[in-house]
């Protein structure tokens, strides 16, 4: 449904730092950069997730949250420990979330500039 989507980001630099650490622990890389924007994805020139530059940029308001695709538990505990260490905010210890499905494993943080992202992955462990 969606083809990408895009922050608006009051420091570039720190913002791609918790950025390559928490989207490289799942497995996403940087797609392209350039003085005012970096972009993530799995294809070098076509990302999912772009940041940009923004001065007065602002998260969005309450309820609404980023959700990227882990491909294992390990992957989202990975994610939340490697973003924590680069200006990340827990917002959830990685675990089971059993209210949104027997086999939800999730971890949530805040972003350096108050967006909500989560990592998870919804299928039995192997």
Request: charged letters at 20%; glycine letters at 12%; one cysteine or more.
């Amino acid at each position: 449904m969606l083809h990408h989507i895009s922050f608006g980001v009051r420091d570039l630099g720190l913002s791609a730092a918790f950025y390559d650490a928490a989207l490289g622990a799942l497995g996403y890389q940087r797609v392209f950069e350039d003085d005012d924007a970096i972009g993530y994805g799995v294809t070098e020139g076509k990302d999912l997730l772009c940041l940009k530059l923004r001065p007065d940029a602002q998260p969005a308001g309450e309820g609404f949250h980023l959700a990227f695709t882990a491909s294992s538990r390990a992957a989202v505990d990975a994610f939340h420990a490697a973003a924590l260490l680069v200006a990340g905010s827990d917002n959830g210890a990685p675990g089971l979330r059993p209210d949104y499905g027997q086999h939800y494993y999730a971890a949530f943080l805040i972003d350096p500039d108050g967006y909500h992202v989560e990592a998870v992955i919804n299928q039995p462990c192997a």
